[in-house]
């Protein structure tokens, strides 16, 4: 069975950081490029960023270059987001997501998706 259980979302101020943790199970994590995704109230999923499998590379949505980081330990089969200079439209719930394939910002590329964790930023 496939787990992907997000972690490390909170409350945080403007300015703020938090790092985001997804650890995943009953799957060779390496055989997976890995994907954030976020969903604020009254909006559609967006794509955040995403890693190949080696973690060599990656690719990120404009709104959040230069201020997120993702990155990956496949020792730990555990991604990771790196959130600095966070600012209210960051509010989302955020999710990982695991693509067989080759890393894509296509939400419907992914085979399977956490449950999502809240990030709340306040002005």
């Known amino acids: 069975q496939v787990q992907l259980i997000e972690s490390g979302g909170g409350l945080v101020q403007a300015g703020g950081s938090l790092r985001l943790s997804c650890a995943a199970s009953g799957v060779t994590f390496s055989n997976y490029a890995m994907g954030w995704f976020r969903q604020a109230p009254g909006k559609e999923r967006e794509f955040v960023a995403t890693?190949?499998?080696?973690?060599?590379?990656?690719y990120y949505a404009d709104s959040v270059k230069g201020r997120f980081t993702i990155s990956r330990d496949n020792a730990k089969n555990t991604v990771y987001l790196q959130m600095n200079s966070l600012k209210p439209e960051d509010t989302a719930v955020y999710y990982c997501a695991a693509d067989q394939g080759q890393m894509t910002d296509y939400a419907s590329e992914y085979d399977y998706w956490g449950q999502g964790t809240q990030v709340t930023v306040s002005s």
């Open positions: 890693i190949s499998r080696s973690g060599h590379r990656t």
